[in-house]
């Protein structure tokens, strides 16, 4: 957890100071890691909930045969689109106290809230998940809540300026639930993991899918997040009503 919160913490650090024009206090800068926090939470919370309806209703996810549609809907159900709606709910009721002022604002309350995930998810699964995996996707929640925030601000300004805009919406969560399911499906519930029964090739191929998928998601986190530097100026010039 130290070393995930002093990596976030010097990027989001460098994130408030490249937005043009002005710099968000300290209530704008906290509020959203506390509220990333709580989607932690959330997030575990919808999980349980979702694993006792499907045993209610009888579904179990080892009923499932095929390896990687097992891994795809493990992923989907307890991670992609659990924790990234959470993050989500968070990042709107940011929005909504705040009223943050330009599309880079609402981009960093994005990162801010993925940093707060981080934090917690740290705290409780950190010693349980691989060194390698906790180096290279340590901003992965930041992230992602950066895409959510920015795209949530670009449908807004759109919205107000009588441009088209429901794909901005769309984008802000498809994208991220897309990505962190497919990057947990070949990590955390990589077929190989499991491999009752697996064929050496088959294991070798999801294990070659898995590094491949890790290597990803690090250029990943570096493009996002120079991204916001690139885009500061831009961005941060996109005035948004309260």
């Known amino acids: 957890m130290l070393l ?21 206090g300290k209530k704008q800068a906290l509020l959203p890691i506390g509220l990333g926090v709580l989607s932690t939470i ?8 979702i694993g006792y309806g499907l045993t209610v209703e009888g ?13 795809f809907v493990s992923a ?14 968070m990042i709107l009721w940011a929005i909504c106290m705040l ?20 934090l917690l998810e740290e705290m409780v699964y950190g010693e349980s998940i691989m060194t390698l995996f906790r180096l290279t996707d340590v901003a992965m929640h930041m ?21 088209l805009y429901k794909s901005s919406y769309v984008i802000a969560l498809a994208v991220p639930v897309l990505i962190h399911t497919i990057y ?9 993991i499991a491999a009752e029964g697996m064929d050496d090739e088959s294991m070798a191929f999801w294990i070659i899918m898995g590094l491949i998928v890790i290597l990803c998601a690090f250029v990943f986190q570096i493009v996002i997040i120079k991204g916001m530097k690139r885009e500061a100026p831009r961005l941060s010039e996109m005035l948004l009503t309260k």
């Open 99 to 118: 009223k943050p002022k330009n599309v880079y604002e609402y981009a960093l309350i994005g990162g801010a809230t993925g940093f707060g995930f981080t």
């Open 76 to 89: 989907f159900l307890r991670a992609g689109l659990t924790e990234e709606f959470a993050k989500l709910l």
């Open 143 to 163: 992230s992602m809540g950066i895409i959510m925030g920015k795209y949530l601000g670009l449908g807004k300004y759109s919205r107000e300026n009588g441009l």
């Open 42 to 49: 959330l997030a575990f919370a919808v999980t349980l909930a």
């Open 184 to 192: 947990d499906a070949l990590t955390v519930y990589n077929p190989a």
């Open 4 to 24: 995930a919160a002093i990596i976030l913490g010097i990027i989001y650090k460098k994130m408030r100071k490249w937005e043009v024009g002005a710099t968000i």
């Open 59 to 71: 579904y179990s996810l080892n009923d499932i045969q095929d390896p990687f549609l097992k891994a």
